[in-house]
């Protein structure tokens, strides 16, 4: 679910802001490689400022920078796929992140299993799952609604052209 829902603004959106490049993820993959080439760089010094390569520098604050833009995407992702629009202060919104909260706290098995949490119900389960299926509905039911009222149209098309054929 929580897949299904980071991956529905991109697909059921009128439109969707793309992700940054580099991602976070890339960036913070290329810290470690840049700390390893300056082992001189002691990034737990108890001091107040504590000095840093340009290099690792540079990369920390497009880390930042990105991070950033990735929420700021995600929520106005969100807002235009559960209200249409930009209005990411919509009560729906709000509902929406609930359910993805959920969701991606039980993404990782082993994180829950460590905190002993235990398995939500069917029904809080069935509740969160329904906000989803809510947004998809609302969110394809004018697709649904144009398509119905195309069919009678479609069907004279086809009825002749196989009378003239």
């Known amino acids: 679910m929580r897949e299904l829902m980071s991956g529905l603004p991109a697909v059921m959106s009128d439109f969707a802001i793309p992700r940054p490049n580099p991602s976070s993820a890339s960036l913070m993959k290329q810290l470690p490689g840049l700390l390893t080439a300056h082992p001189d760089a002691d990034l737990g010094l108890d001091q107040d400022l504590v000095p840093v390569p340009r290099a690792v520098a540079r990369v920390l604050a497009s880390l930042v920078s990105a991070v950033t833009q990735e929420e700021g995407r995600n929520r106005a992702n969100t807002a235009a796929l559960v209200t249409g629009e930009s209005d990411a202060d919509h009560p729906a919104i709000a509902q929406w992140l609930d359910a993805y909260q959920f969701f991606l706290s039980w993404t990782h098995l082993d994180r ?15 509740a969160k799952i329904r906000v989803v299926e809510d947004v998809i509905e609302v969110r394809s039911a004018l697709f649904f609604e144009n398509l119905r009222a195309i069919e009678d149209l479609l069907a004279e098309i086809n009825d002749f052209d196989e009378e003239s054929a």
């Open 112 to 126: 829950n299993h460590e905190q002993q949490r235990p398995l939500p119900n069917n029904e809080a389960l069935q």
